[in-house]
C-alpha cells in the first residue's frame, strides 16, 4: 500500500476505534497501551511492511513482532483493517473460544507471526528471524516493537548486543516511549535514561522520533542505512492513551476499561467512522 498520510491518519483512528469497542466489550485491559502505538501500526501496516493479506504466509513478506503483546487488541484491529481477516471478528476478542485472546496470539490468526505477552522475548525472536534471513539472502525486513516498561527486561539487552554482532541491518526495534508502565512511571519504576545512548552504545544506528507524527514515523522507518551493517532503533516518544484526553498520560488506563458513557465520550474523540 502507498496511502497518503491523511488515509494514515483515518487507518488510525478506525484501529482506535476498534480497540477501544474490543476492550469496552469484553471487559479487558491494556487500552492505553493500544492508542500510544495506534500511528506506528497505521504507517506500518499502510506505508511500510511488504505484506499480502491474501497470502500471509507468502515467504518473501516482512515480519513484524509485537512484543508487548498486552496491546493485542490494536494489532488485530490492524489485521483485519487490512484484510487478514474478517472485521467481524473483533467482536469476538477474548470471548471463549476466539483465537483473538488478550494477549497477541498466533493459532488461527492470520498476519500475526507470533504469540507474545511474556515480556523481552520478542526482540530476541526477531533477531532469530533477521539472522535467518540475512543468512538464506532473504531480502526480507523485521520489525520488533517493544514496550518502554519491556526494556526492563535483561534479555531485551541480551537480545540489544547480539543483533549489531551479527550485523542484522534487515531489523529494526521500535521502541513504544510512553513513558508509563504497569505500577508507575517509567522514571518512577526503573528510570531508563539515556535510553537512545544506551542503543548506540551496543552498536545500534539510533533515531529519535514523535510517535504520533505521521510523516516523521513514515520518513524514519524507510531511513535504514544498509551499508552501515547495524540494525535501527527507533525511540518513538508517544503519550499513553493518545486520542482520548481523559485516558491520556494516566495510570489508571494500563488496566481500566471504559464503561459505556466512557466508550461513547472516547469514540467521539477519536472520530474515524
Known sequence: MNETV?????????????????????????????????DVLAVLYCRTLRIDPQRPNW????????????????????????????????DRYCADGSPLTGHINHLGVPGVEVSTGSLGHGLSIGCGMALAGRTASDPHRCFVLLSDGECDEGS????????PHHRLSN??????????????????????????DKWRAFG????EIDGH??????????SVDVSADR??????????????SFMENDLLWHYRNPDDAQLAAALQEVGGE
Open 59 to 90: 515467504p518473501g513478506r516482512d515480519r513484524f513482532v509485537l512484543s508487548k503483546g498486552h496491546g493485542g487488541a490494536i494489532l488485530y484491529a490492524a489485521l483485519a483493517e487490512r484484510g487478514f481477516f474478517p472485521v467481524k471478528w473483533l
Open 6 to 38: 491523511e488515509d494514515i491518519a483515518k487507518f488510525a483512528a478506525r484501529i482506535r476505534r476498534h480497540a477501544l469497542c474490543m476492550v469496552h466489550h469484553a471487559g479487558a485491559s491494556h487500552i492505553g497501551t493500544c492508542l500510544s502505538m495506534a
Open 171 to 196: 531489523l529494526t526495534v521500535i521502541i513504544d516511549y510512553n513513558k508509563i508502565q504497569s505500577f508507575g512511571t517509567v522514571e518512577e519504576v526503573l528510570n531508563l535514561e539515556p535510553l537512545a
Open 204 to 207: 545500534w544506528q539510533v533515531l
Open 213 to 222: 507524527d505521521l510523516v516523521a514515523i513514515n520518513a524514519a522507518l524507510h
Open 231 to 244: 540494525p535501527l532503533a527507533l525511540i518513538a516518544h508517544t503519550v499513553k492513551g493518545k486520542g482520548v
Open 156 to 163: 531485551i539487552w541480551e537480545a540489544a548486543l547480539f543483533a
